[in-house]
Structures are given as structure tokens and as C-alpha cells.
């Protein structure tokens, strides 16, 4: 806030003497000559304060309360009234002083402006210095406004809570040169909707006030709706701001639409969830996908669903049966827990979801959607090993005590735990066989896939990630619970068998070994397990198990 200035005396000089200036103008007593003239210096210089307070429509308000606090305490609190031309004075203001003056009329905004009192003109210090307020405008609360509120179902919104400020409702010129008006003063009211979704502000300033003053206007804030008192908003708010020009021109009754509670563009989605797949966004590293066994599944959709329209079903990697699963909404439809049966996840595993929702706000469906995750801990990885040798029999059925691997099948080396290539090409982890394979006599030599073999190559180890079950049948093939989506981790990778033994090598004596310890020899890259564990040894078995060859089935 700008000092005020205050008119300057005559030309003055100090005094000499003992001059006394009993009337405290500032002169020395008895002095008539104004050649001659002795300034005393006041012990405690004294001003005023004064002003004119008028209608938007500058004419004067009469009666209007005046309040002067001073120095921010109510100790020298002072009040005037307005005379019938508006003007108030308040006088033997000390100099120097900050002043906050408050202006108040039945009927009327308040207005509040600070000032101070000038305490010297140039380095002499005189009484009678003036801060000057004026002129004051104040706005008249005796307009209304109404507006309808509808819910995002397109049914009246009742119960909701709204607020509109009105601005300026008054303003104020400050100190004698200074003629630029000041937005010093609002007028804030508050409301509820009724029934029909009505809403109705009164005791504010008219639209036509408001036009005639500064970029008057009128801003709109209207709370979301919580029709149920749950304390979790059916609707997003509304922040609107209406010129009172505007309002004069067009006074109907405004319709405000009130949006969903976190409106989108689009149909519904999933935000966010512990299993990275699940995202909009998807993300497949394996850590970001990991739910240690027990722990629930959660899911933030971008849109409040329909309690009773989220269905999930939970498999395994070859989804061959749903296993048991629980789906909960919560947070007003905007999130669900999902929680497996009690032991159902294991350390190690990979699992898949699938799911469909329906919006509760534009009745988007969010369906079919499928997903992977793993069971485990980031922070515990556990060695990995090979847990099963199956090999696919191709005879249909098989010779009786057939258990042997013949050429040209198939064999499925299953993990205990997911893995992934991590290198792109033609090169991949070698299968190996400390038993005589081409019935040669020795092991070895020039015979491929043997220990030892002088090429040093294997069987390629190939990743085989399921999409369903093992087949059984041929005119009735079992098909997965539902489509399952592909993480790039699999616990099951493959090889095809080749070998010249007459009815083929046993299954019982199976000393194969997959050799990871060569790749370093063969590519810069390796296999990783879901914890991002690098495999480098050696992993073997010494026995496989028969996949029967499917089947015609009855």
C-alpha cells in the first residue's frame, strides 16, 4: 500500500529560543508575521483519516459504519458514520500509523482497506497529515442467482454443495493522487440443491452491479456429488466463471451437467495394479509381475465399475482348469482385490488371469482381458533345476512296455522355474547325452548330442511356452479355460530326438544334461530365470516320463 502524502506548510524555519506551541498547529505561538515563522516540532504528531463511501452507482451512502483499527490491535479502535454525502473523518489518527479501515452497511458487502497516516512532509515532522480513502464503492446484495444441477445419469443432483463468489463487491481509491480503483472485496455465499437439483444463491450483488464494476463476474464452484454420504463422489465437480455482463444478457437458469467422477476419454481400462501385465500400460518384466504367494492382486480401473459385473478367473501355465479365485470392489466401484484360494500360488510358478468389467459410468465393458503373473518374491531367488522330462510318444498307442524315446519325438525339459533367453539369433542352450545314441559303441566322437562329441554340438534347447493343455485326444482335444497371454518366461522348453538306435534309448536310463556352461563359447547372452538370475551350470536329469500320443476318444 502506497504512503500518503500530505499538503505541504508554508515555508518554514526552525525557531530559536523557547517557543511553545500550546494549540499544536505546528507554529510557534503569537506569531502573526509569516516572515517570521518558527516551526515546533510536536512530541506526538497527530492526522487523520478520511474519506467518501458511494453506491456502485457513485451515489453517496449515508449511515454506512466505519471501523479504524489501529496498528492491528482493537485498543484504538475508533467507528464513524457516514454523512448524508458519504464523507467520514476520523481525527487525532497518530502519525505514522498503519491503519485498516472496515466498511459495513446492512444490505451491503463489507469492504476492507489499510493505509497509513503521513508522519513528516520532507525531514520536518507536522501535525495534520491526512490518508485519504476515497473514493469507496460498495455493491448492494440484493440480486440472485439459480442454477440447475443434473448428475451424470442425467437425473437432478440434489444435496449438492455449491459456492459462488462475487468480485469485486466493492472498491476503494487510495490516497490522494492514486485514482486506479482497487479490488479490495468479495462476497462469498454458499448453497444446497434441493430435490429437483436446483440450486439458489441470494443477498448477492446483481448481475447489473457487477457489469458496471472492474471485470466484475461471478465463479462457480460446485462440489462433487455424494448422494449416499459414503464419503466416495458419484460425479466429478463444475468450476465455472460467469461475467456479470454476461448474466445481464442472458439471465436464465443455467444447467450444469455434472461430469463422472474421473471422467475419461475412452472406455474403461485398468490404471494401475501390482502385476504389471495387468496395466494399461502393459509391462512384462517379470519383477514388476511377481505375487508373493498369499498376497492379493490389486486393480484401479480409470473408471468406477459395477460391483457385480467384475468376473475373474484364475489358471496356470497350461490353463487345463480354473483355479479358485475371489474378486472384491471397492472404493466406490474404482478398485478390486483379487485373492487367490489359500495356496493356490507357489513360488516359482506362472499363472494367468482373465476378467471383464463393466463401467458404471457410460457402460463400457472391459472384457475379454488376459494377463500373466508369477509367484515369488523379488528379493528371494531360489536355484533352479529341472523338475520333469516328459517326451511326446508318437506311436498311438504305444507298443505294450514301450519306454523308450525314439527318433524324431519330441522331449519337453520342464523347470522349476520360468525362464527367458535374453539374446536374439540362431543360438541356443545345448542338450546333451552321456549315452551311446547312434549305437556306434562309443560315446562321443563324431556322434552329435553325445558327452564329449568332437562338432561339440547338442540339441538345440528351444522355449515351448505353453498355450494350453497336453493333448490327449484327437477328436476331442482338451482346449485352455480361457485364451492365456504369452510373459516370454516359460518353465517349458523342448528339443526334437534324433537318434539310429533301433527301438530308440530308454526313457529309464536318461542321462541328459542341458549345458549351460557353453554358452559363453557360443554367444555373449544367457538364460534368466524371473528373478533375472543368470543360468551358467549345468542342469541334467536321468530319467523322462511318456506323454501318451493322443487319442481317438469315445
Excluded at 516540532?41 to 459504519?65: E, F, M, R, Y
Excluded at 445481464?248 to 474421473?262: D, E, F, G, K
Excluded at 515369488?376 to 517326451?391: C, D
Excluded at 497371454?485 to 516359460?490: D, E, F, I, L, R
Aim: aromatic fraction near 8%; glycine fraction near 10%; charge should be negative.
Amino acid at each position: 500500500m502506497k504512503k500518503l502524502v500530505m499538503a505541504l506548510v508554508p515555508a518554514m524555519v526552525l525557531g530559536c529560543g523557547e517557543s511553545e506551541d500550546l494549540n499544536g498547529d505546528g507554529i510557534a505561538d503569537g506569531v502573526q508575521d509569516p516572515n517570521n515563522v518558527s516551526v515546533v516540532v510536536p512530541a506526538t504528531p497527530k492526522g487523520t483519516v478520511s474519506g467518501q463511501v458511494l453506491s456502485t452507482s457513485l451515489v453517496p451512502l449515508t449511515d454506512v459504519t466505519v471501523s479504524l483499527t489501529i496498528g492491528g490491535t482493537t485498543a484504538d479502535s475508533k467507528k464513524a458514520m457516514t454523512n448524508a454525502e458519504g464523507n467520514f473523518v476520523f481525527s487525532d489518527v497518530p502519525a505514522g500509523a498503519q491503519v485498516l479501515l472496515t466498511f459495513s452497511k446492512q444490505g451491503y458487502a463489507t469492504l476492507r482497506a489499510t493505509s497509513e497516516v503521513p508522519s513528516s512532509a520532507g525531514n520536518v515532522p507536522i501535525n495534520n497529515g491526512n490518508a485519504s480513502f476515497g473514493p469507496v464503492t460498495l455493491a448492494q446484495l440484493n440480486g440472485s442467482l439459480r442454477f440447475q444441477v443434473v448428475s451424470p445419469t442425467g437425473q437432478p443432483a440434489a444435496g449438492v454443495h455449491a459456492t459462488i463468489e462475487a468480485s469485486p463487491a466493492g472498491t476503494v481509491v487510495l490516497g490522494n493522487y492514486e485514482y486506479t480503483p482497487q479490488s479490495v472485496s468479495t462476497v462469498v455465499v454458499e448453497a444446497v440443491s434441493n430435490q429437483d437439483g436446483l440450486l439458489v444463491f441470494e443477498n448477492l450483488p446483481s448481475a447489473a452491479e457487477l457489469a458496471r464494476l472492474p471485470s466484475g463476474s461471478y465463479s462457480l464452484w460446485v462440489s462433487p456429488l455424494d448422494a449416499n454420504g459414503d464419503g466416495i463422489p458419484e460425479s466429478g465437480g463444475f468450476v465455472s466463471n460467469y461475467p456479470g455482463a454476461n448474466v445481464v444478457a442472458n439471465s436464465t437458469i443455467r444447467t450444469i451437467s455434472l461430469p463422472y467422477a474421473r471422467p475419461q476419454a475412452g472406455v474403461l481400462a485398468i490404471e494401475n495394479s501390482n502385476v504389471g501385465s495387468l496395466r494399461a500400460a502393459t509391462d512384462y518384466d517379470p519383477l514388476r509381475n511377481m505375487v508373493k504367494p498369499g498376497q492379493p492382486i490389486y486393480l484401479y480401473f480409470n473408471q468406477a465399475v459395477q460391483s457385480d459385473s467384475l468376473l475373474v478367473r484364475l489358471t496356470d501355465e497350461y490353463a487345463r482348469e480354473s483355479l479358485p479365485i475371489t474378486a472384491t470392489v471397492g472404493n466406490g466401484g474404482y478398485s478390486a482385490t483379487l485373492t487367490p484360494g489359500s495356496g493356490v500360488i507357489q513360488e516359482g510358478k506362472e499363472y494367468n488371469l482373465n476378467f471383464r468389467a463393466v463401467s458404471r459410468e457410460g457402460g463400457s465393458v472391459l472384457s475379454p482381458t488376459s494377463a500373466f503373473f508369477f509367484g515369488g518374491e523379488p528379493a528371494n531367488s531360489p536355484p533352479v533345476s529341472i523338475t520333469e522330462v516328459r517326451y511326446q510318444e508318437t506311436v498311438a498307442p504305444p507298443a505294450a512296455g514301450a519306454t523308450q524315446i525314439n527318433n524324431g519325438e519330441k522331449v519337453y525339459v520342464n523347470f522349476s522355474a520360468p525362464l527367458a533367453r535374453t539374446f536374439s539369433g540362431a543360438v541356443y542352450a545345448q542338450v546333451f547325452f552321456n549315452a551311446d545314441i547312434d549305437g556306434n559303441g562309443s560315446i562321443g566322437k563324431g556322434s552329435r548330442g553325445e558327452v564329449g562329441n568332437d562338432s561339440g554340438e547338442g540339441f538345440d534347447l528351444i522355449a515351448d511356452e505353453p498355450t494350453g493343455p497336453y493333448q490327449t485326444s484327437t477328436n476331442r482335444p482338451e482346449l485352455p479355460v480361457f485364451s492365456i497371454a504369452a510373459s516370454g518366461y516359460t518353465t517349458r522348453y523342448s528339443f526334437t530326438f534324433t537318434t539310429t538306435l533301433t527301438g530308440g534309448l530308454s526313457a529309464a536310463n536318461f542321462p541328459l544334461t542341458v549345458a549351460f556352461s557353453k554358452l559363453p563359447f557360443r554367444t555373449t547372452g544367457t538364460y534368466q530365470s524371473i528373478w533375472g538370475e543368470p543360468i551358467t551350470g549345468d542342469l541334467s536329469a536321468t530319467t523322462a516320463v511318456q506323454q501318451p500320443a493322443p487319442v481317438n476318444t469315445p
